[in-house]
């Protein structure tokens, strides 16, 4: 019996077919498979003699071309003249390849859940610069630098520089070749100098495992990736202080400390919530590093919305205070505390420790962390190299990178063009944000206004279900087909708001045979990565699915629950949650679905794309500093 399928280079195109010609189609294959009459016709004057034709109804024609092991692959359907055209410059051997070895793809019935799976198979195309690169492993992708940027991670630079721009610009790719060309240039230096003279750093413990996995690859030299030392912010500030006083600092969690503060503001008759005076300790006395009742009642409290009265500060100071001695005693610190003592040692007891210093995901980080981070480098040329967005943010840590002594005017770059998630999902992600700009890092505001992709891809799918049942099996229909179409396992991603959404997700797949392995597994494993939301910070998959995006989930009622009423923390409540979608989503390079149970997440776009306008990168100012 012939065999004929439908192509996974020609299925995206297939699924924008009208509804009545996909149906024509699947017939006419239908029946040339089962040997009911239809038959493949060959092509006068082709370039290729094996490129055949296939009648669909009485003005539609399919294009079959040879593939593998003696298989027909439908690679496209125009109308009849178009189509003989097309088929006669077909070059030999035709350009059709089958998907991996051991996969399958499947005839459905068009309008089912499954063939709009199939319409949303990743395939993406972009400009001739970027289509030998689209044509790599995914994990070669994944450190591949766009060549108009490799300037920046080449050049010299008088002082400290940064980098901004969106979701897919490459920054994080741009931070790994800075790391790797400092590492050359500081061998070539200090060839007698073996030790590790370099920091790359960030936020997360995930973030930090990956780097260090993308620089192996970057730099396999032993001897010029040994000068680079990659870990958290955290896990330095706490090594350091470990060092000092010869123990490990004991930290709480933002969620303990707000449940303390919480109790603490009870115990005082302070008519403030929990949430309002955790942030208050953080975001201003921690950020300020405010010692004294006077500092703290003069201080601008930037970025606090609530207005403070002299005489309510020096309450709030006083509460603050008596729970902070507590904390001491108790051997209790919160991560920034901790990050201020490491700033303490190395300023007064060892000195800066790198020459240079790059910081990737900076929007996250907190002005205590920031000053460690300058007392870890000598100021200097090339010292801190910073690579972040503002819109990514996903706690108010809001910085001025110059009152940290961290001068980077004149030394900026924002990248406007991304190159690592098609236009198709930023069109739909965009509008989630629900703003136009957000507070930059060197005091001036940041933008996306210009934002635009040269991938382009599927649209994203959202998808309504009438029960849990009903959605985890959408959800395991979609993977499925993501890999019967080919993907590597490791570059698919199921994700959900909370962990109780995870559980049930590993479950599903798992159920289906389906190895599954966390988020943040340092792993080299072929299996679908699951966690929550917050885990796929600074990832990037081919294909990616988030479920479970309903009202009550979205955001958590304990999130907004923690707000207490107060308007200031519940607005900050619901932006943190919108930017935690929007870093969510633009994770997807190829292939974004989303999916939910009864009524939507309000943060969920109603409508279509943004429109947003093309524009260029803007040119380097550093280059023309340097």
């Known amino acids: 019996m012939p065999k004929l399928a439908i192509s996974p280079t020609f299925l995206s195109e297939f699924s924008r077919l009208d509804h009545g010609i996909q149906t024509a189609a699947l017939a006419a294959v239908q029946a040339y498979t089962t040997g009911e009459g239809a038959r493949l016709d060959p092509v006068a004057d082709a370039s290729d003699p094996r490129v055949r034709l296939l009648r669909i109804g009485q003005e539609w024609t399919g294009v079959v071309a040879p593939g593998a092991e003696g298989s027909e692959w439908l690679i496209a359907i125009r109308p009849h003249a178009e189509a003989v055209a097309f088929a006669r410059e077909l070059p030999l051997p035709a350009a059709v390849a089958p998907p991996s070895a051991g996969t399958r793809v499947e005839l459905v019935e068009p309008g089912s859940d499954e063939a709009a799976a199939i319409g ?60 790797a060309q400092l590492a050359r240039r500081d061998a070539a230096r200090h060839p007698r100098d073996q030790r590790r003279s370099i920091l790359l750093t960030t936020f997360n413990r995930v973030l930090a495992q990956t780097l260090a996995q993308q620089l192996d690859r970057i730099l396999p030299e032993r001897r010029l990736r040994d000068r680079v030392e990659v870990t958290t912010v955290d896990s330095l500030a706490r090594s350091l202080v470990q060092e000092q006083t010869g123990r490990s600092p004991e930290t709480l969690g933002r969620d303990a400390l707000s449940e303390r503060w919480r109790d603490a503001a009870r115990a005082e008759g302070l008519p403030y919530s929990g949430r309002f005076l955790a942030d208050e300790w953080e975001q201003v006395i921690l950020a300020q590093n405010i010692t004294g009742p006077a500092d703290y009642i003069r201080c601008e409290r930037s970025g606090r919305v609530l207005h403070l009265a002299p005489e309510h500060r020096a309450h ?18 919160s991560y920034p505390q901790v990050a201020l003592e490491a700033a303490r040692v190395l300023g007064r007891t060892t000195g800066p420790r790198y020459r240079h210093v790059i910081v990737d995901e900076a929007q996250d980080l907190h ?91 599927p649209e994203p799918v959202v998808r309504g279900c009438a029960s849990r049942a009903e959605e985890r099996t959408a959800m395991g229909d979609w993977v499925r087909v993501w890999l019967e179409a080919g993907v590597n396992p490791a570059s698919i991603a199921v994700a959900g708001r909370n962990h109780w959404i995870v559980r049930h997700i590993a479950k599903e797949l798992q159920a289906r045979g389906i190895r599954t392995a966390p988020l943040d597994s340092a792993e080299d494993v072929r ?24 009202e009550p989930l979205l955001p958590p009622r304990a999130a907004v629950d923690s707000a207490e009423g107060d308007p200031v923390a519940l607005e900050q409540v619901y932006q943190q949650e919108r930017n935690l979608l929007f870093v969510a989503c633009t994770r997807a390079r190829d ?27 803007e040119p380097a100012d550093a280059l023309s500093a340097v």
């Not at 992600?429 to 629900?434: G, I």
């Open 120 to 179: 949303a198979l990743p395939h993406v195309t972009g400009p001739d610069e970027l289509s030998a690169d689209l044509g790599k492993s995914f994990a070669e992708w994944q450190v591949t630098l766009h060549p108009r940027q490799q300037r920046i991670a080449d050049a010299h630079f008088a002082g400290s520089a940064q980098v901004t721009g969106g979701p897919g610009t490459g920054k994080t790719v741009l931070a790994l070749h800075r790391a």
């Open 316 to 333: 709030v100071w006083e509460t603050i205070q008596r729970y902070t001695g507590a904390m001491e005693i108790a051997n209790e610190w």
């Open 367 to 457: 002005s205590a962390q920031w000053r460690m981070l300058r007392a870890a480098v000598p100021i200097g040329p090339d010292d801190i190299f910073v690579v972040g967005d503002p819109h990514q943010r996903l706690y108010d840590s809001r910085v001025s990178l110059a009152s940290l002594g961290i001068n980077v005017r004149g030394r900026s770059h924002r990248l406007r063009v991304s190159y690592r998630v098609t236009q198709e999902i930023l069109d739909w992600a965009m509008p989630v944000l629900r703003r136009h700009s957000a507070l930059g890092m060197d005091d001036n505001a940041d933008t996306l206004a210009g934002y635009r992709s040269l991938l382009h891809g």
């Open 527 to 550: 299996a679908v990565r699951v966690g929550t939301l917050h885990k796929l910070k600074g990832q990037e998959f081919r294909c990616l699915a988030i479920v479970g995006m309903s």
């Open 591 to 617: 292939a974004l679905y989303v999916s939910y149970v009864g009524a939507p997440s309000r943060m969920l776009p109603q409508a279509g794309g943004t429109g947003l306008e093309a524009d260029l990168d």
